[in-house]
T-cell receptor
């Protein structure tokens, strides 16, 4: 069964420091996609970054980068130079089953990040 | 460009009443998703549509929940009759159904059933 695990329920980071949020996944499909979403206290879900299973390089989007280790089935999110506005819940998600018309995504339980001034 | 639009943003209703949540996906997106988020259960997929056709409704909790997508620009999620345990934030999301398949979420509807 496909599953996303985020083992850190809460994390703290000092402003301007880098932080890594962990995500491991489980799937038997060879082709899949991994996503990270941010949910600030205002409640909206914001798409941050995407990594395809066949992508040769780790994805980067501004201060966000994805540390993709396929053999270990991990897709950790790295946020560089943390800002107060980065305080939020962060969800790791996975899309699999590419052989069907499905674009169903499963989400992990989330990690709460607090940035300390 | 307008994002996913949901209405109402907040809904308070009494147990037993019918509740209808509305969603307008991003224009050109072929897939639409309804999620429910609670502290206890996290983010749960209820149902999703592709090209207006329901593809997977295995997450719909019970017969009290129903969803429709009569056209590419509108979907509803109905709860009848509502119960206190239905209190949650309900999100609608849409995606192009191709490429990276990333989903774009609406602002959510916070439902409180008393």
């Amino acid at each position: 069964a496909q599953k996303i695990t985020q083992t850190q329920p809460g994390m703290f980071v000092q402003e301007k420091e880098a932080v890594t949020l962990d995500c491991t996944y489980d799937t038997s499909d060879p082709s899949y996609g991994l996503f990270w979403y941010k949910q600030p206290s205002s409640g909206e879900m914001i798409f941050l970054i995407y990594q395809g299973s066949y992508d040769q390089q780790n994805a980067t989007e501004g201060r966000y980068s994805l540390n993709f280790q396929k053999a270990r089935k991990s897709a950790n999110l790295v946020i560089s130079a943390s800002q107060l506005g980065d305080s939020a819940m962060y969800f790791c998600a996975m899309r699999a089953t590419p052989k069907t018309s499905y674009d169903k995504v499963i989400f992990g339980p989330g990690t709460s990040l607090s940035v300390i001034p | 460009d307008a994002g996913v639009i949901q209405s109402p943003r907040h809904e308070v209703t009494e147990m037993g009443q019918e509740v209808t949540l509305r969603c307008k996906p991003i224009s050109g997106h072929n897939s639409l998703f309804w999620y429910r988020q609670t502290m206890m259960r996290g983010l749960e997929l209820l149902i999703y549509f592709n090209n207006n056709v329901p593809i997977d409704d295995s997450g719909m909790p019970e017969d009290r929940f129903s969803a429709k997508m009569p056209n590419a620009s509108f979907s509803t999620l109905k709860i009848q009759p509502s119960e206190p345990r239905d209190s949650a934030v309900y999100f609608c999301a849409s995606s192009t159904g191709t490429g990276r398949y990333e989903q774009y979420f609406g602002p959510g509807t916070r439902l409180t059933v008393t």
